[in-house]
């Protein structure tokens, strides 16, 4: 064909996306094709003419099928847009036994490894990362452990996240930019994952099963590792670094003549005034100490004031034992810090007659016979009781002794707020209810559910029924995001379920233990 023809052969290539995604031709068009097919000037040979009458009559015939096949889609109805949905949809699960475990916060790597080895003992090989440079100073970790599995989440103030755990794994698929592999780790096949390749720290998750105790249908233990704010290099220095727990080396019993003895006073949950015991050792080589300190308190006139001494103490210090490693050559503590040191936390009740004045307190370190009275300046704290009912008698309740937290950063716990939606003011009795729980991370970072946490919905307080949550379409919630479940929930028969007012209540365990919503709803009969 000559030049006319190929550009103008060339304009219809180009205009036939056009055409197939609804955009009508331009108003010229009609206009050039009969332009560029007319007869050209000056005498021709009749098959050249022939040819040039055949190429006009069929663009024209192109263009009129065009035109009819626009009156066609102009007069159809454009169909709905389907968007991807706003709630992930809640599936029909068996309920499950809820582990009411709270979880140890504020452990060092060495306190979690010894936890571990005397907790976890029905599976073998147990593994955990090992310290440093592995897991570099500024981390701390909160623990789940019984004697089947553990789960051990190591995190900083600025974000960046550590996850070890014995689970069945379901981790996320990933972004587009995802990146999938299968190395050999540790003598058998793996699975690890890059959530975006193109981000150096993006998430990242290592699985596979460990020759040994089989778990799950699994020949073997089945552990995951994953992180958020690493590089590949520092996620490989972690993955690397795992290898057997062993027995911890204990140092020798701390001795009195040999720590700093430092006390302070706080306030504690709802304004209760709490008294906190700090220790440091000053000696030339490390110790340790387990348990629980005997305290005194010691009146004006220098006599023990009678008060018995409870050791199940949660609510601002820990009834959990653990063996506290302090090391040598410390400084004295100043007031409210234990900066590689050990502390531990009391308050006690004195009701049914006006408490005398407390000056000094005096301390045993556990499996010692050895005592320290240490005086309380009078600008200093003062030790004052409590008497919120009568019937509490006198009592002092303590902790055990906890640290040491040097080389650790202030942590932020991930923070998840929940709100209900949907859910009526009155409920029938065997009703089902429908309705939806929104998550929100007012955390800096990202949150991931690896695995996805339980839950329990129900009437408040021992009316609950647990479930997991299906985070499976989530895995991931990215700081100040959002994400909305549907959720079901069968309310017994009157026999069953009292009528009248209730709280409703749903609420997460796990980490993320504390995130709750609740609603005062009335029951009422069929």
């Not at 096949?69 to 709905?80: A, D, I, K, Q």
């Not at 009592?395 to 923070?415: D, E, F, K, Y």
Request: proline share 11%; hydrophobic share 40%; aromatic share 8%.
């Amino acid at each position: 064909m000559s030049g006319p023809e190929v550009e103008l052969e060339e304009r219809l290539r180009r205009l036939a996306p056009a055409f197939k995604d609804g955009i009508e031709p331009p108003l010229t068009m009609h206009a050039s094709v009969m332009s560029r097919t007319r007869a050209p000037r000056g005498p021709v040979r009749g098959r050249a003419m022939l040819r040039e009458l055949s190429l006009a009559a069929a663009l024209i015939a192109f263009v009129a099928l065009l035109a009819f096949g626009f009156s066609r889609l102009h007069s159809l109805t454009p169909g709905p847009i389907k968007h991807s949905p706003s709630v992930i949809p809640w599936t029909s699960a068996t309920p499950i036994p809820l582990k009411l475990q709270a979880p140890k916060t504020r452990l060092s790597p060495d306190q979690v490894a010894e936890d571990v080895w005397q907790t976890v003992t029905d599976v073998h090989p147990v593994l955990l990362p090992h310290n440093l440079p592995a897991i570099p100073s500024g981390f701390e970790a909160q623990l789940y452990d019984d004697a089947a599995s553990f789960s051990v989440r190591y995190t900083t103030s600025d974000g960046r996240v550590i996850m070890f755990s014995i689970v069945i794994p379901n981790p996320s698929p990933g972004t587009p930019n995802a990146r999938h592999s299968q190395p050999r780790f540790r003598g058998v096949q793996s699975e690890y994952q890059v959530d975006d390749a193109t981000i150096p720290t993006s998430s990242r998750w290592l699985m596979w099963t460990e020759p040994g105790t089989p778990m799950g249908g699994l020949p073997g233990v089945p552990y995951l590792l994953s992180t958020t704010g690493l590089t590949e290099t520092e996620f490989w220095t972690v993955a690397n670094s795992i290898d057997t727990v062993q027995a911890p080396v204990t140092a020798p019993a701390c001795r009195l003549a040999d720590l700093d003895v430092v006390p302070s006073a706080s306030t504690g949950p709802s304004g209760r005034a709490l008294y906190r015991i700090s220790l440091s050792n000053h000696g030339r080589t490390a110790c340790s100490l387990v348990g629980f300190a005997d305290i005194s308190l010691i009146a004006s006139q220098g006599n023990v004031v009678t008060t018995p001494q409870s050791d199940d103490y949660g609510l601002a210090g820990t009834d959990i034992a653990r063996l506290v490693l302090l090391p040598p050559n410390q400084p004295t503590p100043a007031p409210q810090t234990t900066v590689n040191g050990a502390y531990f936390v009391f308050e006690w009740y004195y009701c049914g007659a006006t408490p005398p004045p407390i000056l000094a307190i005096e301390i045993a370190l556990p499996g010692s016979a050895a005592t320290r009275r240490v005086a309380l300046s009078p600008k200093g704290p003062q030790i004052q009781p409590r008497c919120d009912d009568p019937s509490q008698g006198r009592v002092l309740l303590a902790s055990a002794i906890q640290g040491p937290n040097g080389n650790r950063g202030a942590v932020t716990p991930p923070s998840l707020r929940v709100a209900i939606g949907g859910l009526p003011d009155t409920l029938a009795a065997g009703a089902t209810l429908r309705y939806t729980v929104t998550l929100t991370n007012d955390s800096r970072a990202p949150i991931a559910f690896e695995p996805c946490p339980d839950y329990e919905e129900g009437f408040a307080p021992d009316r609950l029924v647990s479930y997991q949550l299906n985070c499976a379409p989530l895995q991931r919630l990215d700081a100040g995001r959002s994400a909305t479940f549907a959720m079901e929930f069968t309310v017994l028969p009157s026999s069953m379920t009292p009528v009248g007012q209730q709280t409703f209540l749903w609420r997460l365990h796990g980490f993320f233990a504390g995130a709750s919503a609740s609603k005062v709803v009335t029951v009422t009969a069929p």
